[in-house]
């Protein structure tokens, strides 16, 4: 990626070669403002020195799986990995892995596609995505209508129910360390971005001292927020070099290789 | 150059663990990021105790009085204690810097018993920095209207700009319409594009850059800042001299 193109304070990102897992496209009904179309995405990916991204559709998000994997379906380009919307039914298990997918986006809250993602109701789904290591994303969002407690507790058990499913968890916000901590001690396969969740006062710094940078992949939330945010961040956190780099990209190429390989 | 942010604390928080948050500690991440002062506030003050938490930030301001300046942070309740605290605190600095957060006293800014503070506030052309959130029974930024009409010589800061996208274009609704009002960028919420929205609203005059330190992260909001599409006469403006000229005395 061409330096020319990054904003003057994120110039050193140029070869970092930057991955983002939390981007969406489309059009959007709640954000509608800020949704971009492909050229537009590509364009402020670049300004921000991003050189790839795990993107998902504003259609799946807000209305229907099927619906939103169309939308995605004309939104290839190279630089782009689909997160898939995916939901329990044998059709949909079935509609998925036709696509040989790296990714999964799953969206089980209550106000968007309300399943369980219990053994009773999401068992096959689970069992398909583990099998091939498909990087499941789950955005802490699905919760907010209910409780942090309740949103904890099911990714907990769903986590102990697929102990070989690579998970990532998206948007957790700066106050979820009282649970994500025991979940990380617990669980290898958990993983989290840091879009939201490194909004608090040198917390980036006090994961990685505490639990290695292994599970950290940046993410943005392109559209809806900026990406100089987290990068900034990331750029400035008094971290090893090495910790720097396998956030801004190499954890999350390594994760998706694994479900290639 | 040098960054004077108008948002930030001392103390822990109850509700997440916070991270490196006594005052040496801050002092190394403002010197990394070239933040020269950093106006703060008690936490426990906010939450519980204001005699005890203004006693905390007087303590840090005669450690290191050219790094911090300090709030005077109030609660109406019980009566009379925000008047005894303003009084006894009058030293931290002229004009007076005066902290308000509604919603972890569960007392609406524009109740009764804030009076004496907006009095106290108007008459000493006092900065004040409200908490405030989008559409918050105890704090929206639309609960400013009027109390920025009625007291045009206090300042109001709104505190994190109502926070969600919705919230700031309540802060700008107010901020419009009163030249006393001035957006405080302070927050966990880093809507695109929302910078620039300000600036063409109402200018780069009357926003501030706050970091929220040791709560949130400084970088997140500067970060913010040094990558928006604005003019770098508007990022200076926002990161040092619209603060620094409230601080001056009868500056407006």
């Known amino acids: 990626m061409s330096a020319s193109v990054i904003e003057p304070a994120l110039a050193e990102l140029a070869d970092w070669n930057v991955m983002d897992v939390n981007v969406r496209i489309g059009p959007s009904g709640i954000h509608g403002h800020l949704a971009l179309d492909k050229n537009d995405l590509l364009r402020e990916m670049d300004r921000f020195g991003i050189n790839t991204a795990v993107v998902s559709h504003f259609t799946a998000e807000e209305y229907d799986a099927v619906e939103g994997n169309s939308g995605l379906e004309c939104e290839v380009d190279p630089r782009f990995v689909p997160a898939w919307a995916a939901l329990p039914d044998a059709f949909s298990i079935q509609s998925v892995s036709a696509r040989k997918p790296l990714v999964a986006r799953i969206y089980c809250g209550p106000s968007r596609h309300n399943f369980s993602t219990a053994r009773w109701c999401s068992g096959p789904l689970f069992e398909y995505l583990q099998q091939y290591s498909i990087l499941t994303l789950i955005s802490l969002e699905e919760f907010h209508s209910t409780s942090a407690f309740l949103g904890w507790e099911v990714l907990k058990t769903l986590l102990s129910n697929f102990p070989h499913l690579p998970v990532a968890l ?11 901590f025991p979940l990380l001690e617990r669980f290898p396969t958990l993983h989290f971005d840091c879009s939201t969740y490194s909004a608090a006062h040198r917390q980036l710094e006090a994961t990685v001292e505490g639990f290695g940078a292994e599970r950290i992949l940046f993410g943005s939330r ?8 987290p990068l900034a961040v990331l750029l400035t956190a008094r971290i090893p070099d090495s910790a720097r780099r396998a956030i801004a990209g190499g954890n999350l190429r390594r994760l998706l290789h694994r479900g290639e390989a | 150059m040098p960054i004077v942010d108008c948002h930030g604390h001392v103390g822990i928080h109850p509700d997440f663990p916070a991270y490196k948050t006594g005052a040496e500690e801050m002092l190394q991440v403002m010197d990394l990021l070239n933040i020269e002062r950093l106006a703060i506030t008690s936490t426990l003050a906010c939450y519980n105790d204001c005699a005890r938490g203004n006693a905390e930030v007087d303590r840090v301001l005669k450690e290191h009085p050219s790094r911090f300046l300090g709030y005077i942070t109030v609660n109406p309740n019980p009566e009379g204690l925000a008047l005894a605290q303003l009084q006894r605190y009058a030293h931290f600095h002229t004009p007076p810097l005066i902290k308000m957060h509604p919603a ?18 108007n008459q000493t052309h006092a900065i004040v920095l409200v908490h405030t959130w989008d559409s918050d029974p105890e704090c929206s930024p639309l609960l400013l209207e009027p109390i920025a009409r009625a007291y045009p010589k206090a300042r109001i800061l709104l505190g994190h700009a109502g926070v969600t996208w919705r919230g700031y274009e309540q802060a700008l609704e107010v901020a419009k319409t009163h030249p006393n009002t001035f957006l405080d960028i302070t927050g966990s919420q880093s809507h695109r594009t929302i910078l620039e929205h300000c600036v063409r609203q109402i200018g780069g005059d009357r926003i501030l850059f706050g970091s929220d330190l040791p709560y949130l992260e400084a970088a997140l909001s500067l970060g913010r800042v040094l990558t928006a599409r604005i003019s770098d006469q508007e990022k200076e403006a926002i990161l040092r001299t619209n603060f620094l000229r409230l601080l001056s005395p009868g500056g407006l």
């Open chain 1, 170 to 180: 998206l948007d957790l916000g700066y106050r979820s360390d009282r649970y994500l």
């Open chain 1, 222 to 229: 392109l559209p809806l927020y900026t990406p100089g945010a």
């Open chain 2, 104 to 121: 972890c006293q569960h007392y609406p800014v524009n109740g009764p018993k804030y009076v004496p503070v907006w009095d106290y506030a």
